[in-house]
């Protein structure tokens, strides 16, 4: 799978050109990010389905605190019935500096997440649910059918990525440099050791920031947002493993929390671009495109894409094909 990723920072009607124009330029999936600030990904997602007829749709990712499990378990089911069975059920975490913008914070994400992975699937099968955990579900259900859909798990640490390979369908881990993918799939292969047998093949798909353009140094700059909420989020392993400043790294979070986007963007280093975003002219994109994938099964194209969205899916797709041929 070769994916994409559309921010719902622009508007619903401008995001599904884009995912028209994805679809034409050979992309499989198109995943819309969330972020309570941006707009909401499942009314994008609607449209994008009535507009596109092969891609695969879902989040990338929701995550199953702002809104209840069994609610989103529905929303991604509805999404999936409007696609006509092209659904892909994108959850996680979610993004620790805006999540406590609305009181969030501590408890356990990962058991969160897979106890809202477990449930949907369930409700997806049509069954009726008992849940008490993170969260309780009291003979809970669809009033409709549903389909068996495929759960991706948004992640970056080491639990999480273990636990998607043991239980999901597949990952979506966020990375974009080798070193990263390398060392996520050591952890996937741990989860894997220990997963069912009856859970099928897994997928483990890079999620990367890309910025392209023909310009390098313009696609540098257009990075510098989607870097600092990787970096303003990252866990410390992740800061050391590339030898990133703790302390700025957090400064950036902070900032982002405060909503003092500017001031953030403005704190991430050249080095952080190197570390969490493939920036730079399509045979650059190409080539780490080609390196990631050495290792990683499927690679999506991720926020920013570039400072010209049309043409950075353009060269995006070029460079996917030049890697496929």
Known sequence: MIGVELAPEHPVSRLTDLAVAAEDEGF???????????????VALADIARATDTVRLGPGITNPFETHPVTLASRMATLDELADGRGIFGVG???????SNLGYGGGSPLRRVLESMQVARKLFD????????????VDAGLNYD?????????AQGPDMTRMAAKYADGVLFNGAHPRD??????????????????RGDFDFAAYASVSVAA????????????VAFIAGSAPPPVLERHGLDREQASDIGD????????EAFGLVSEAMIDAFCIAGEQERVAERMAEVLDTADSFVVG????????????????AARSIRE
């Open 181 to 198: 993918i390398e060392w996520a799939a050591d952890r996937v292969e741990e989860g894997l050791d220990a997963r069912p047998d009856h």
């Open 255 to 262: 900032r982002i929390a405060a909503g003092d986007f500017t």
């Open 28 to 42: 499989d999936a198109v995943f819309a990010s969330h972020h309570y600030n941006n707009r909401d990904e499942f």
């Open 93 to 99: 975490a979610g993004d620790q500096s805006t999540l």
């Open 215 to 226: 310009d390098a140094d313009a696609a540098r700059e257009a990075a510098r947002p989607p």
């Open 126 to 137: 049509g069954e009726r649910v008992d849940h008490d955990g993170t969260f309780e579900a």
């Open 303 to 318: 926020s920013p894409l570039g400072p010209d969205l049309d043409a950075a899916i353009d060269l995006a797709a070029a």
């Open 146 to 154: 549903a389909r068996s859909i495929p759960v991706y798990v948004g």
